[in-house]
């Protein structure tokens, strides 16, 4: 374990079960909001933080001794949002957070062998194609268009590469149109994120090791990133490499005027957790989705964003329950006016996408912010 | 888990569905411990059942009855006091929280009806929309309205909602009967408490499930007045504020009046960690003033007046304090759960209590000198009253609070040393009653209340005579 016994259990016995980890802020606005999905979703107390924290302690004193069904459905069924402790510090100021606490859990487990096959199975195709969808092709760049000498290095990830392509697209699209130069990683592996939080901390050291060496190969001084669940397991699980690393939301604002033709779509913002939770980007990407849409502000946003239902390893071990969460957000972004739901994470657009042509029939259009950009831009 | 118990479980699940009974032995530990876990250890249920509706949480009853299953209905989950942690082995945690629905709001009448996964979130989400709130307590607004008003019907976040929220209910006994209270009995109007006969919905509340399982509760609703306005005034002790609460009872000129000390449950009524409280005078006397036009200036006016001679500092404080105490006391506890972060603690230790005004430098007295005698430092030593109207008897909610860090056992042994001579002592001092039947003080209040005790069993034994509802939380 990474942290201490003790300082887990400690934080586990502050919990006091108040469960207003659960709901977003009740005032001013006295509008009663749900922040759980999991909780939401499955109603048992073991889906919602102190019902986890309960299982935890269980673990650790020895009460629970076997991976149930239960067991590992209420550990894995969590996007590991962290909504629940932005809440909980606001009205605790609780230091030790529930995400890193579930993930610390998820760990523990991983080490007893109590873990999905699903989430062993995505560590088997990283280990043999270095990505977490096990394609064996290459996402094409236009290798004309890059400079292995530029400043600005472009890790695509694995969504973006292989689920979402027009992310990337989109992104290699801006560089062009700006005239800026750029590269890519010539053998860009997985960054490790769903290893990292599914537990499996082992399976995930090759990996990095590999992307640190290539990066600083490269000559990069900054690393620019579509997704923020590889930037965040950049800031937080890699070493310091000596290099700047943006979210491409924060590369874009410091473009200046980028003679962007507003379109006037009426779009609401979905904060990606790794994003803002995690890295406490809120700002930046409203900046640029003010420059191309008009923003339509939905109830529970910022801090207490409703989660799209996909991280922490549920899009690949539950995706029922993630495509009822992506819904849930698609309803809000629908009350709130908008006609698209945009974020800045492929991971998120992928998810809320599937939902919207599921769910929602196609109601709303679902962008990642880099695409109204590549639109907006005069090429 | 048995064969005979996984048959069970089938059962069970036959009736509320698959997906909502489990066994399950992670599932079930999420349920075994509540804050209140250094008096009532963990004890997993065997297993949990989650009922839709008020048909299926009958044939559950009737199921567990059958084959003598203890059953600990459970409403949404927030519980301070393990009453909803299992006493024997093989019980069934009959988790409500799926029924929340709001039944009625009902405007002219001034009450809601709601079911017991309703919270006081919920509910005044919808109620301010007709300018009417809840009775709020002071606790957090997603804890269940329903068994809050049934479990006792005294709140504390505004004195002028008086005591009785309860105006009748519904309640499924373990034979598979459903009982109704008030003009509830006899007609489609559940809006009036006393229908027939006794006080029948009085008898049965404050049970902690040892009845049967309530499925709907009207509640009165109070009105929410536009103009408001607040103050704070600072004490040195508890004594002397008591004449200035006594004259804005007596008078009837205050929504809310909380004495609280200054360094606990005045951080969430001001909603901010981040204020010298230490510079304040030890107890602040919160008071918030509303009314319709015309009385509320003539309300106002007069509790300046008793402000001018009541022998307290008036604090000027920032704007969002007043605010936030407003929230806190007429829309929900939120802000005030900020007393579970005060630093390095985490948990808190309570005795709740009814008694008059006139004893209050007392309770307070005696809670310091228990405390230290027990080795509890007088920096977690807190305290706080609220009034209730109409004020017969003097009668206020007390508060003798511990806060204290939940990882130290050591703490947890203080406590309960702290239990055993609080209890009696206060018993001895004089009170009106608890805030609430919990392990420990059930036990000592039973061997005073003489024939009463024998009379309470055997009611219960009439309602439930193969003792199944939440076995062993009462006697």
């Keep these: 374990m990474e942290l201490e016994k003790e300082e887990i259990l400690s934080a586990i016995h502050h919990c006091v079960k108040c469960k207003l980890c659960s709901i977003a802020s009740f005032h001013p606005n006295e509008e009663w909001l749900p922040l759980c999905p999991s909780g939401e979703y499955y109603g048992y107390q073991a889906f919602y933080a102190p019902g986890k924290m309960e299982i935890f302690r269980a673990i650790l004193e020895g009460e629970i001794t076997e991976p149930s069904e239960g067991l590992l459905k209420s550990v894995y069924a969590c996007t590991v949002c962290g909504a629940c402790y932005e809440k909980c510090k606001q009205i605790t100021s609780v230091e030790l957070g529930a995400p890193e606490l579930f993930e610390e859990m998820r760990r523990e487990m991983a080490s007893k062998g109590w873990i999905l096959d699903v989430h062993t ?61 750029y590269q890519v990683m010539g053998e860009e592996w997985c960054c490790g994120s769903v290893l990292f939080r599914t537990g499996q901390v082992e399976a995930a050291k090759e990996l990095v090791a590999h992307n640190v060496e290539e990066i600083k190969r490269s000559g990069a001084k900054t690393v620019v990133f579509t997704c923020p669940g590889c930037l965040k397991t950049f800031e937080k699980n890699y070493p310091d490499m000596g290099v700047e690393l943006l979210h491409s ?34 700002e930046e990407p409203r900046a640029v989705l003010s420059e191309v849409a008009d923003i339509k502000k939905m109830k529970r946003e910022r801090e207490q964003a409703w989660c799209c239902g996909s991280g922490g390893g549920v899009k690949s071990a539950f995706d029922d329950f993630a ?57 | 888990m048995n064969e005979t118990f996984s048959t069970l479980v089938k059962e069970l699940q036959a009736i509320v569905g698959e997906r909502n009974a489990t066994d399950d032995r992670a599932i079930c530990t999420s349920y075994s411990r509540d804050q209140h876990w250094h008096f009532v250890p963990a004890k997993n249920p065997a297993c949990i059942v989650r009922p839709g509706n008020k048909e299926e949480v009958r044939t559950v009853l009737m199921l567990a009855n059958t084959h003598k299953i203890p059953v600990i209905p459970y409403s949404t989950g927030i519980n301070v006091r393990g009453l909803t942690i299992p006493v024997h082995d093989g019980s069934i945690l009959l988790d409500l929280s799926r029924m929340n629905r709001i039944l009625e709001i ?24 007709y300018k009417l709130r809840p009775a709020f307590p002071d606790a957090p607004l997603t804890v269940s309205v329903l068994a809050n008003y049934y479990l006792r019907g005294i709140y504390q976040t505004s004195a002028t909602d008086g005591h009785d929220h309860t105006i009748s209910y519904e309640m499924i006994l373990p034979n598979g009967e459903t009982l109704k209270t008030g003009s509830r009995a006899l007609s489609e109007m559940p809006y009036f408490r006393y229908g027939v006969g006794p006080d029948f919905a009085g008898m049965f509340c404050a049970h902690p499930g040892t009845c049967g399982v309530v499925t709907e509760l009207t509640a009165k609703l109070y009105r929410l007045y536009d103009n408001r306005k607040e103050y704070f005034i600072g004490f040195d002790d508890v004594g002397t504020p008591t ?99 005060i630093k390095g603690r985490g948990n808190y230790h309570c005795i709740g209590l ?96 003489g024939y009463l005790a024998e009379v309470w069993k055997k009611f219960l034994h009439v309602l439930d005579p193969n003792e199944i509802m939440n076995r062993g939380k009462l006697f």
């Excluded at chain 1, 092709?137 to 890790?155: F, H, I, P, R, S």
Aim: charged letters at 25%; glycine letters at 8%; proline letters at 4%.
């Design chain 2, 243 to 341: 004449k200035f609460i006594y004259n804005l009872m007596h008078d009837e000129l205050a929504a809310s009046i909380r004495l609280v000390d200054n360094q606990s449950w005045l951080k969430g009524i001001f909603g901010t960690f981040d204020y010298p409280y230490e510079e304040l005078p030890k107890f602040v006397l919160c008071v918030l003033v509303e009314g319709v036009d015309g009385i509320f200036d003539a309300k106002d006016t007069l509790v300046r007046a008793y402000m001018k001679e009541c022998g307290g500092q008036v604090l000027e404080l920032p704007a969002e304090f007043a605010s936030t105490f407003e929230h806190e006391s007429l829309s929900g506890a939120e802000k005030s759960c900020m007393v579970f972060g």
């Design chain 1, 323 to 379: 495509l009822w969460s992506a819904a849930e957000r698609l309803k809000e972004a629908k009350e709130a006016g908008a006609e698209a739901l945009v974020s800045a994470c492929p991971f998120c657009k992928r998810n809320l996408k599937e939902a919207a042509e599921k769910e929602q029939q196609g109601e709303l259009e679902v962008y990642d912010i880099v695409e109204l950009v590549n639109r907006c831009l005069e090429g």
């Design chain 1, 121 to 181: 199975s995505i560590a088997d195709k990283i280990k043999e194609t270095k990505n977490a969808y096990g394609e064996k092709y290459e996402y094409k760049v236009n290798a004309e268009t890059t400079d292995g000498n530029a400043d600005v290095l472009y890790y695509i990830g694995c969504t973006a590469r292989y689920r979402v392509p027009e992310i990337a697209d989109a992104m290699l699209g801006i560089f062009d149109k700006l005239g800026l130069k």
């Design chain 1, 249 to 282: 939301t924060q590369f874009l604002t410091r473009q200046g005027n980028m003679n962007l033709k507003k379109e006037g779509l009426k779009a609401a913002y979905h904060d990606p957790c790794h994003l803002g939770r995690d890295l406490g980007i809120y």
């Design chain 2, 106 to 129: 009902n405007p002219d009448m001034k009450t809601a009806t709601v079911e017991p996964g309703v919270t006081f979130g919920m509910l005044q989400e919808q109620t301010r929309k």
């Design chain 2, 354 to 449: 009814y008694g008059p005004l006139t004893l209050a430098a007392k309770y307070y007295e005696m809670h310091e000198k228990t405390a230290l005698e027990v080795g509890i430092p007088q920096d977690h030593v807190h305290f706080y009253i609220d009034p209730i109207y109409r004020f017969h008897g003097q009668l206020c909610y007390f508060e003798l609070d511990v806060f204290y860090d939940g990882s130290d056992e050591e703490f947890g042994d203080k406590l309960r040393n702290y239990n055993e001579k609080q209890f009696h002592r206060l018993l001895e001092l004089g009170i009106y009653g608890w805030f609430r039947p919990y392990a420990g003080i059930i036990e000592p209040t039973a061997e005073r209340i």
